[in-house]
């Protein structure tokens, strides 16, 4: 009953989602009836379809005869009444009860009474769309992920009154159009967006508190965490007013401050700035683009390490690339450019960096990079703080610095601090002086928060994992991030963020800790 038991689809809306779903079923061989309200708003539809299919055409993936083929499987109307024939109805309207409802009222007079109806919903409950149509047990969520023709994950959402037979079939459909489906119950978020839009909130609250800029951010989680894209970019892709609507509908639920949305999230929809569409959200794209501030990489500069281990091993492995000069000595120290502190712990990175700065000339730029305290607690241990910043490589082996300075350190040593590391080959980017610098802060939280989600049982790891790689393109996903990366590592990193905050979130859930205390992994 349940492979390829769909042959007529319908999409009711035609934006970039509905457009994308539309796409992919017409891909995928079958027959497509699109929808919209008016002939206007059909054109538009018509356009998403053609610029995307045209895309695949100039970059060699699509042949002419091929998209010829692909648009002649989807017949574009204005009346729902030609959704008669159709086995299945994705429904992908703006997101707002009322019009998803009346949606939903229409299709439940027009279609025959065993079609499935699923919704593409971001944001709102299945649950409440299914209890007010007449069939209840057929309603399904499909959701897809921006740009749907790319991304590979569907959820597919079943509510307590769902049928199992229409999950399935559903479920096979997704999978016989190349994505893969992940089968969740009905919480706000889902799994993607749950975990996702904390983190984008975060980000933009530090943007909002002057934590950073929002290119540093983005840079850094890019450079940093290698994510697809930063999540300001991402936020514009998405758009600012689908972002609120997650946040509000996941704040309804979850009750949790940080998903509260962001003042500057809601003062730039306000503005009708809503991203990509409108053509500027974060950023602008009307511009000619290219703006971006180019850090210039001067001589390799020379550098003083002092402490013992890997993080120490790997600057020294960073300079050798770069073709810098190292001292370790400490009689040495007063030759370098930069001196960085890269002991194991707190108490001997203090002494080691307290000598080498009576040690360093007096324009030196001392770092300091262990996390067990706030830079300016070391700082001014040295009794030179306006010379010190902070200094953190998310991936001792990668190619990104962050660089916090403290309310002491002296005017232009950041600056000097950036430049000194452009010279040894790095991507740099600044912050202020704050637990988790910018990646560490807006990553750990996010797998605090996947540890909660297996932990409450809501979905299993690789679910959790799909969603994440599948969804929005993570090179991995953050179970097995947490495992690669150290479950004692994040359990430091969280309580460093929950006792600079005390946002009770941030603690690390309970799984973590019980993980760690057992020596074993999560997987
Ligand atoms: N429509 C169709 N195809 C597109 C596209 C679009 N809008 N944008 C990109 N593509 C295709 C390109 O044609 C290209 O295809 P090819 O490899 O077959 O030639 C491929 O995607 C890669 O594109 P580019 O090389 O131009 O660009 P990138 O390598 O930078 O990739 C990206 C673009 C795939 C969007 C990547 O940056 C990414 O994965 N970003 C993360 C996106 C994400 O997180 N999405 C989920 C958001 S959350 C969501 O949607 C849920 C909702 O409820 C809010």
């Given at each position: 009953?349940?492979?390829?038991s ?6 009711v ?7 994308g ?5 017409a ?10 309200v ?10 998403h379809?053609e ?9 060699g993936k ?23 024939e ?29 079609a ?32 749907a ?8 959402i079943?509510?307590?009154?769902t ?16 994505k ?14 749950r ?29 940093g965490a ?14 600012l ?21 962001s003042?500057?999230?809601?003062e ?8 990509r569409?409108t053509?500027?959200?974060?950023y602008?794209?009307?511009a000619?683009?290219g ?8 001589e ?5 390490i002092v402490g ?7 600057l ?31 108490e001997?990175?203090r002494?080691?960096l ?10 030196a ?25 902070g ?13 916090a300075a ?10 000097r601090?950036?430049?000194l590391?452009?010279?040894l ?27 909660a ?12 994992d799909?969603?994440m790689?599948l969804?929005?393109?993570y ?6 991030d947490?495992?690669?990366l ?7 990193v969280?309580?460093a ?9 941030l ?7 019980e ?9």
């Amino acid at each position: 009953m349940s492979e390829g038991s769909f042959s007529r689809v319908g999409v009711v809306g035609l934006g970039t989602m509905g457009a994308g779903i539309a796409e992919v079923l017409a891909r995928g061989g079958l027959a497509v009836v699109g929808v919209e309200v008016n002939q206007d708003a059909l054109e538009r539809g018509r356009g998403h379809l053609e610029r995307s299919t045209g895309r695949a055409v100039k970059r060699g993936k699509l042949t002419e005869d091929a998209q010829r083929e692909i648009l002649g499987r989807v017949a574009l109307t204005t009346d729902f009444a030609d959704l008669g024939e159709c086995d299945l109805v994705i429904e992908a309207v703006p997101e707002r009860l009322d019009l998803k409802r009346k949606v939903f009222a229409e299709l439940d007079k027009v279609c025959r009474e065993d079609a499935v109806l699923a919704t593409n919903t971001s944001s709102l409950s299945v649950t409440d769309i299914a209890v007010t149509t007449g069939r209840p047990s057929k309603i399904v969520g499909v959701h897809f992920f921006n740009p749907a023709p790319v991304m590979k994950l569907v959820e597919v959402i079943a509510t307590v009154l769902t049928e199992p037979d229409a999950v399935a079939r559903v479920a096979a459909l997704v999978k016989g159009l190349g994505k893969t489906p992940v089968t969740i119950g009905d919480r706000a978020g889902f799994v993607a967006n749950r975990l996702l839009f904390g983190y984008l909130n975060q980000a933009a609250g530090m943007l909002e508190s002057g934590h950073a800029t929002r290119d540093d951010i983005d840079t850094a989680m890019t450079a940093g965490a290698g994510l697809p894209m930063g999540p300001f970019t991402l936020m514009d892709l998405i758009g600012l007013d689908t972002c609120l609507e997650v946040l509000d509908a996941i704040y309804a639920e979850s009750r949790d401050r940080r998903h509260a949305a962001s003042p500057v999230l809601r003062e730039l929809v306000t503005a009708g700035l809503l991203g990509r569409k409108t053509g500027r959200g974060f950023y602008s794209y009307d511009a000619s683009g290219g703006d971006e501030p180019a850090a210039a990489a001067g001589e390799p500069p020379v550098v003083g390490i002092v402490g013992v281990g890997p993080l120490a091993d790997a600057l020294a492995a960073l300079c050798d690339r770069a073709g810098a000069s190292v001292r370790d000595s400490a009689a040495d120290l007063a030759g370098c450019d930069l001196v960085v502190e890269a002991a194991e712990d707190t108490e001997a990175a203090r002494a080691l960096l307290s000598a080498a700065a009576q040690a360093a000339k007096p324009d030196a730029v001392l770092l300091v990079t262990s996390v067990g305290g706030s830079v300016i607690e070391q700082a001014m241990a040295t009794g030179r703080p306006a010379d010190v910043v902070g200094l953190h490589l998310p991936d001792p082996a990668g190619t990104l610095a962050e660089i916090a300075a403290t309310v002491a350190t002296g005017p232009d040593v950041a600056d000097r601090a950036a430049a000194l590391f452009a010279g040894l080959g790095l991507t740099t980017v600044r912050c202020r002086d704050r637990a988790g610098f910018i990646v560490d802060a807006l990553r750990f939280p996010y797998l605090n928060d996947a540890a909660a989600m297996l932990g409450a049982g809501y979905a299993d790891a690789d679910s959790i994992d799909a969603a994440m790689t599948l969804g929005c393109g993570y090179p991995s996903g953050p179970i097995a991030d947490l495992d690669r990366l150290g479950l004692d590592r994040a359990v430091t990193v969280l309580r460093a963020l929950h006792a600079e905050t005390r946002e009770p979130a941030l603690a690390p859930v309970p799984l973590l800790a019980e993980h760690v205390t057992a020596g074993r992994p999560l997987r």
